[in-house]
């Protein structure tokens, strides 16, 4: 089974020569079922990969092989919904899937709207970066000259124009935050952009999803700039509104901690090798790991490759000292009651 992840940027013919290279070199593999396998792997990938101009935004994915079971020939290419982190190649007797595992589980994700009178940007800043996913524009007229009832009666329906642009932005918000809340992926939502707009928008945008607003963290976010660029501003301006959001979660961690402990009901794990064996396993829902822990680069790798969520507990937190005492800076919490 070849496994092959490509990142962005990575050159197409670069790729192919490599896999020319180890095509080359399976005359050595002794095992004619084995040989034909492996041969028949990079001989699918190969063909594939010269279809395709340029390594697409996220990068490439690519599993060819032969399921030994049925017999059948599969050979699958893709793009991710978040970008490629490394580049991998491998054969062997499954495919590997653990750097796909980290783009469909629960994610942190937050939604954010850039709102003027007369244009908005719906994004979402997610582990990868931010995505812009819709960029909108309006026509609104510039302001009526003439003075008196005129003045009046056009300024009214300027308001109008505005209010139901509002509205039109918040449907657009419900259709791209609703299905992420509904699939427990959404954990906030920042409201953005210049002057009194965004608080306009936040009373005339009746029709928002209750849920949305519930979701909404902190004041709205002063940013000049509107598309990828906006959304960049926002998150630079929003770093401690989102710390902050974050170490809700880092808290509400540390209870569930407390309450397995409390309850003894064997989702709690603590001790360093039992840990390492339970994540091994894959066992682990949660890692929970001191900040400054000398080896959290490589406990970070593992949670990432066995689908743990790691949760990172820092130095200013109330349990901190009790954790790192207790536990030694390192425990988890289990998806199902284990027995280490």
Not at 203 to 211: G, L, Q, S, V
């Amino acid at each position: 089974m070849l496994s092959l992840y490509i990142p962005p940027g990575r050159p197409i013919s670069d790729v192919v020569n490599l896999l020319r290279q180890e095509l080359a070199i399976t005359e050595n593999i002794k095992l004619k079922k084995t040989r034909d396998s492996v041969q028949w792997a990079l001989s699918a990938a190969i063909d594939r990969l010269m279809m395709i101009r340029s390594v697409p935004r996220n990068g490439l994915v690519v599993f060819c092989g032969i399921d030994e079971a049925t017999g059948e020939n599969m050979a699958l290419i893709f793009s991710p919904p978040d970008p490629v982190p490394v580049f991998f190649y491998r054969t062997d007797k499954e495919f590997h899937t653990e750097f796909l595992e980290p783009m469909v589980e629960e994610q942190d994700i937050y939604g954010i709207i850039i709102i003027e009178r007369d244009e908005a940007t719906i994004g979402l800043l997610k582990p990868s970066g931010v995505q812009v996913l819709d960029e909108i524009e309006w026509y609104i007229p510039g302001k009526h000259h003439k003075g008196g009832q005129s003045q009046r009666r056009f300024d009214r329906i300027i308001e109008q124009m505005v209010e139901e642009f509002y509205k039109y932005v918040a449907e657009k918000a419900n259709n791209y935050f609703i299905p992420l809340i509904e699939e427990k992926k959404l954990k906030g939502v920042i409201v953005a952009g210049p002057g009194y707009a965004k608080q306009d928008f936040l009373k005339e945008a009746d029709n928002m999803d209750y849920r949305i607003r519930q979701l909404i963290i902190g004041e709205p976010i002063d940013v000049s700039y509107q598309g990828y660029v906006g959304l960049r501003e926002v998150v630079m301006k929003a770093k401690d509104l989102l710390t902050k959001h974050k170490f809700v979660e880092v808290v509400d961690t540390i209870e569930e901690f407390k309450l397995h402990i409390a309850k003894d009901d064997g989702y709690a794990i603590y001790g360093i090798q039992d840990v390492e064996k339970a994540l091994d396993l894959g066992a682990v829902e949660k890692l929970i790991v001191c900040e400054d822990h000398p080896e959290i680069d490589r406990l970070e790798k593992i949670a990432t490759e066995k689908g743990a969520k790691l949760i990172v507990l820092p130095p200013e937190a109330d349990e901190y000292q009790w954790f790192k005492n207790a536990f030694s800076c390192i425990a988890g919490i289990a998806r199902y009651p284990v027995n280490m």
